[in-house]
């Protein structure tokens, strides 16, 4: 009678664990969360971007061309979430990056401001006219969801984002078309003041 007794509390411990566990899992954040499905950047793997960065002297003179590739590689569980690499063959970027896209935009894993690795806010998508955020503690805005671009590539409707310096023209499930940049740069020993990358393919 004691023996059936301990092997029913056995029982019963047993099932209490399983249920705490499994209510434990059901409240950590899924490994393969999806992203929506109309996206700012569109990233699976082998998307493959070409296109070429200019850089200019404050005269507007040109002093340095060259091409570049942007490529997304093989995702990674980072934080029980799923990022994709992020390859830019473009001598300033690290050898792979982390990038992702959630309900509210495209994000990098980085170091940020504070050097804490953690996700940074790149492109807010969707969003309005008019809207801001933050980007590593620089402010953001979306300055239209609408604008017209030709570039190599073809023609784009663009996002256009704005901060100090900084400008991109995104098309939503393309990428980046255009990016300008104002600020001095040494570059193929000459300063450049100005710097854009169009889209080639």
Known sequence: MKHRSTHTAALLLAGILLLTLLSACDDEPPTQSQPPANVIVPLAVGNTWWGTYTYYDSLGNEVFSRGTKTAVLDPAVLRWQVWYGWEIDDGLHGPNELVRNFADGFYQYATDSLGMPAPIHILKYPADSGDTFNRDGRTVTVISTHDTVTVPAGQFV??????????????????????EILGEIAINNAMAARTVYVLDS
């Open 158 to 179: 663009c996002y256009v984002y704005e901060s100090e310096g900084f400008t991109q023209y995104v098309q939503p499930n393309t990428g980046l078309v255009i990016v």
